[in-house]
């Protein structure tokens, strides 16, 4: 079997979750013996392939107006709406993404986020009559933004000009022939937005690493219950929540923030929080962070589509605190040390934070029961799950082929 797979970003040019996750696939399928080719963009320069892992991987350049994810400054928004209209209606990456197809010669193409791609992985399918999976990670199907989540609030629903500007995405979506998402609420949000009207799906989780859950040092050497925050530095993340409910804690906490952001962004948080039990780490591998702290905190003011972190946490063996909101409380499972806080409650998440800080030996040695609590998303389960979809995909092509061939 050879697929394709197509995400924006493929490590190691990656900026989040969605990237380990469908790299985590990619090897997954590869070692079960699927022929695995990847397309991703670049920020410029040509076409080029790359083998990674047992991986055949192609880059290619972004035709737009400029290139989103290089950290820098917000630009304007006439040239942010020209980018937008340019995803939306444009049509420059058809050429790339069929020259890829023509090299790989897949049986299945499975689209993962497509941003960047605009709809050019859909029409390709269509054009070759491949059989298309997509997989929905994320909000850019439905909002130009990704997040449903606009001027420091989550989106009651969708916007006048996100509706026009993912018209063609919602209408592709119905050309697929499954769709899988990450969450059971992120399922919920596109149907009941009526995407992929009629195309059946499925929720598969990411799955959070296999690991050694590794031992916190005691209070003898390690004193202070240390709190600590993984992933993109920016409002929709609660990342500002975070600081203020920590201002109001007692004594004996660190707080340790892990990941990149907007530079200004970041700077004007470092500035407003400057506080030395405050420790910005930058980007830092994910085992070394949980390794350093005691409890996780994922308090997303948007509804979240999964909530990797949160996973990975508890096969950590760390406390985690999480927002009531999206997938976290489905990523967290049933795990023993977990607290549910509403989303963008400072008074609640400082509150959930001080009975840790006040149960601290519950919380830094006790929430190791956590790692024993079965996963419902392993990666053998994701990777089995995903080769038991393609099957029935290809052989549904298969019938639909051979009853055409019939008439």
């Not at 380990?20 to 013996?33: C, D, P």
């Not at 790989?104 to 269509?126: M, N």
């Not at 119905?174 to 990450?182: F, G, M, T």
């Not at 929430?367 to 053998?380: D, K, L």
Request: aromatic letters at 8%; charged letters at 25%; a neutral charge.
């Amino acid at each position: 079997m050879r697929v394709l797979l197509v995400n924006t970003l493929y490590p190691p040019d990656s900026e989040g979750g969605a990237e380990r996750s469908v790299a985590q696939l990619a090897h997954g399928l590869a070692g079960a013996g699927v022929d695995v080719t990847v397309l991703a963009l670049k920020a410029d320069g040509a076409l080029g392939r790359e083998h990674r892992d047992g991986v055949t991987v192609w880059r290619a350049p972004m035709r737009n107006l400029y290139w989103p994810y290089d950290g820098g400054g917000r630009r304007s928004a006439l040239l942010r709406m020209g980018w937008h209209t340019v995803e939306a209606f444009g049509r420059t990456m058809d050429g790339v993404v069929a020259r890829v197809i023509q090299q790989a010669r897949p049986d299945l193409i499975h689209a993962q986020v497509t941003t960047g791609f605009g709809t050019s992985v859909t029409r390709a399918a269509k054009r070759t009559e491949l059989p298309l999976v997509q997989t929905v990670r994320d909000y850019s199907l439905m909002c130009a933004r990704a997040a449903m989540f606009r001027k420091g609030r989550r989106c009651a629903q969708r916007c006048g000009d996100c509706v026009l500007l993912t018209a063609d995405r919602k209408h592709a979506s119905e050309r697929a022939q499954a769709w899988v998402a990450v969450s059971r609420s992120l399922a919920e949000a596109h149907l009941s937005e009526t995407y992929f009207d009629g195309v059946p799906g499925q929720v598969i989780g990411n799955a959070a690493a296999m690991v050694q859950a590794s031992v916190r040092p005691g209070f003898d050497l390690a004193p202070e219950l240390v709190f600590g925050f993984i992933g993109r530095i920016e409002p929709e993340k609660g990342v500002e929540v975070l600081l203020q409910a920590a201002m109001r804690l007692g004594d004996g906490w660190r707080l340790k923030i892990a990941g990149r952001g907007d530079t200004a962004y970041v700077a004007a948080l470092q500035r407003r929080f400057d506080d030395p039990r405050i420790d910005w780490l930058g980007q830092v591998e994910a085992e070394v962070f949980y390794r350093s702290v005691d409890v996780v905190t994922a308090p997303a003011l948007w509804a979240e589509p999964f909530g990797r972190a949160a996973a990975e946490a508890v096969a950590q063996g760390r406390g985690l605190i999480v927002s009531r909101i999206g997938g976290l409380p489905e990523a967290a499972g049933d795990a023993l040390f977990v607290m549910l806080v509403e989303a963008g409650d400072v008074a609640g998440l400082a509150e959930a934070m001080q009975r840790a800080l006040d149960a601290r030996e519950d919380w830094r040695f006790g929430a190791m029961i956590n790692s024993r609590t079965a996963p419902r998303w392993t990666e053998a389960a994701v990777v089995e799950e995903h080769l038991a979809l393609y099957r029935e995909v290809l052989t549904r092509a298969s019938s639909t082929a051979a009853d055409a061939s019939q008439l």
